[in-house]
């Protein structure tokens, strides 16, 4: 079980491309595969570097479809012209309910799960969005070693 911290946080600019998918881990890593490509081709093709990792935001829950925001961490002045495809935003300052995933992407799940007991425990009230910030490259780190640095907004 990771630890749970609230803390308070600062804006975070970042250009993402909407997807959707079943809650099959597969299928979840197919739909953002395909957004985050669709987000490095147009930061490569407008000379945008990252700022940060890669992201995913998340603003409602639906136990049947992931509905998401595949993104990178770019600079507040990169989200000013996005495209028709890639949109830009920016995630709120304020106090978050944080814990860091350690594994696979497959069993964030049950960390999350686990925080919902945590904040149940602590008379913690969410709000929205949550995010995860992914701080190991898939391609560079042995699955077991990756870290998702994950968020939710407290009210």
Do not use: N
Not at 6 to 15: A, F, Q, S
Not at 113 to 135: C, F, H, N, Q
């Amino acid at each position: 079980m990771p630890d749970y911290i609230v803390e308070t946080i600062g804006e975070t600019p970042y250009l993402y491309a909407t997807g959707e998918s079943s809650m099959d881990p597969a299928a979840i890593s197919a739909a953002m595969g395909e957004c985050y490509g669709r987000v490095v081709a147009f930061m490569e093709s407008h000379g945008i570097p990252p700022a940060g990792p890669a992201l995913s935001v998340y603003h409602t829950y639906d136990p049947e479809v992931m509905r998401f925001q595949a993104g990178i961490i770019v600079s507040s002045e990169a989200i000013m012209d996005p495209g028709a495809d890639v949109k830009g935003d920016i995630l709120p300052a304020g106090r978050v309910l944080s814990f860091t995933h350690v594994g696979p992407y497959a069993t964030l799940r049950d960390d999350y799960a686990d925080m919902m007991s945590y904040v149940e425990r602590e008379g913690l009230k969410l709000s929205s969005p949550a995010w995860e910030v992914y701080i190991d490259d898939p391609k560079d780190t042995p699955e077991a070693e990756l870290r998702t640095k994950v968020h939710v907004a407290l009210e």
